[in-house]
């Protein structure tokens, strides 16, 4: 019902910064909140961050709270995850999601991600 595509993903070394951008089509009237997850080698997919349709309510991770910042432009259908300050513990690959609501347990379509590496 709805497609996602990534895009922004790289190798960037420890306190540098990433822009993410995913851009959704398709139904996207659905599922309107989108976000973020993550998954590093031999862990789960965790939570990173989440937008309501008009920007209004966000959620974040508490481990990239001040760091990392999603914004969307509806025009474009485009999500985006500015990340500075990066750790190691980063590392992961990015997934872009859909869902009903913000909160993580609602998403429910997902892009293929993009592979963000932090150097230290």
């Known amino acids: 019902q709805v497609q996602l595509v990534e895009s922004g993903g790289g190798l960037v070394q420890a306190g540098g910064s990433l822009r993410l951008s995913c851009v959704a089509s398709?139904?996207?009237?659905?599922?309107?909140?989108m976000g973020w997850f993550r998954q590093a080698p031999g862990k789960e997919r965790e939570f990173v961050a989440a937008?309501?349709?008009?920007?209004?309510?966000?959620n974040y991770a508490d481990s990239v709270k001040g760091r990392f910042t999603i914004s969307r432009d509806n025009a474009k259908n485009t999500v985006y995850l500015q990340m500075n300050s990066l750790k190691p513990e980063d590392t992961a690959v990015y997934y872009c999601a859909a869902g009903i609501r913000t909160t993580p347990a609602d998403f429910r379509s997902w892009g293929q991600g993009t592979q963000v590496t932090v150097s230290s």
């Open positions: 937008i309501s349709w008009n920007g209004g309510i966000t």
């Open positions: 398709g139904r996207t009237f659905v599922f309107p909140a």
